[in-house]
């Protein structure tokens, strides 16, 4: 009797090859006009995107290039200017006073200017869809990249579409859904709705484009990829694109014992750690938490923390630039950024899960949304502002939140209407939250022992 056949090992890198390979073979040989390519956080959009840009102009394709906001833009810019610095490049901006990242002017290969008409004949032209949406032009372009997909708005792609005639749609169904200021049930369940996202617009009215999906992050840390994709993919998994003997964080100053210290070390060796503070309902800025989210990343900075990686095989130092802090409300950003200005620390990035989109650090701190509240509205179930806070890091992430989340989630089930011809968005924010704290439990420190 034979014995079964072992299971080949996964290969990140050739699985990401194999997948990359097909999105840009139906991209420049395939018959459809549009490609989606959904991408779990840090699976490398942004180099799908130059990538492709770089291939498409090699093939004599001159293309646009649609993000959704400026930094987005000129971090685009300055990637291919680095990869190919004989490619021509147009940088399409505002009339604002200051449009664009000023280090762009260095880059003799890049032309920026406010008018589409002084970048014609460029073989890549970039700007955001709010500037795109002002563009008329004679010829469309024959291709377009739309980088951050699903946090455009249908009615933002509406705009542009007359200025191409084939495009790849890239980016990461499990981020913050688009911001709009306007309601939108009125348009709930028809395929025209405006606030919903652009990929999803277009597939309702493409249900047969091509659709793939990046299968590795190369951000998140083998101890982070298993929760996330679990809690926030469950239907387009991915893999940690490296092994738990490839990162490390240590630190030299040892343990002072007190709850900052102690949650540091758990998340050092497991990935995760949850400083758990007692059950109470306070003000959105809660004074005790943010006091104990600044005590974390001072001490975080006092021990001397050091990061092993397959990106150096020396240890780097942690420093204040690779530590976030991330928050659901921009009151409670402005309260930690002072709580930490008070300690003299004013290099850490303090942010909205919002403007955290996109970004990596090595260790990120995190206000749990939902810490503290006496209810669990829409906002603070979002499952794509939780997704958001809870895949920034390369590392180790810590989550600071009150006591009784899961209890109050579980006095709180989703009362959303149900609404034909809307797809249901899975997994909804509820088990999301679940999932992950059913997680964070495994490393709980309290914050008084």
Known sequence: MTAPARKAAFDPQEAAA????????DTLHGPHRGVVVDSPPGAGKSTLVVRAALELAAAGRPLMVVAQTNAQVDDLVVRLAEKN?????????????DPYDKALDG????????KAADLAGLDVVLSTAAKWAHVRTDEPWRHAIVDEAYQMR???????????????????????????????????????????????????????????????????????APLVSDAFYPYTPFRSGTRAEDRRLAFAVPSDRSAPDRVIDEAAVSGWGLLELPARYTPRTDPEAVHALAAVVRRLLERGGVTVSERSPDPVPLTADRIAVGTAHRDQAAAVRAALAGLGITEVTVDTANRLQGR???????????SGR????????????????????????????RAGVSELLDDHPSTEPVRLGVTVKFPDGWEAN????????????AWRA
């Open 107 to 114: 880059l003799p290969n890049v032309r920026t200017s406010a």
């Open 85 to 97: 610095p004989d490619l021509p490049v147009g940088r399409l901006h505002s009339s604002d006073a």
């Open 18 to 25: 194999r997948a990359t390979d097909a999105i840009l073979r």
């Open 360 to 370: 990596e650090f090595d260790v990120t701190v995190v206000l749990h949304p939902l």
């Open 434 to 445: 679940h999932a992950v704290l059913a997680r964070l439990q495994e490393h709980r420190v």
């Open 374 to 401: 006496p209810d669990a509205t829409a906002f603070h179930l979002e499952a794509g502002r939780l997704c958001v806070l809870a895949s920034r890091h390369r590392h180790a992430c810590i989550v600071i939140c």
């Open 154 to 224: 249908s009615d933002a792609l509406l705009a542009v579409a007359g200025l191409f005639e084939r495009a790849l749609f890239v980016g990461d169904p499990g981020q913050l859904d688009p911001f709009s200021i306007v309601g939108g049930e009125q348009w709930a369940g028809l395929s025209y709705d405006p606030s919903a996202s652009a990929v999803t617009t277009l597939l309702a009215h493409n249900p047969g484009l091509p659709q793939h999906r990046l299968p590795v992050s190369w951000r998140l840390p083998a101890s982070a």
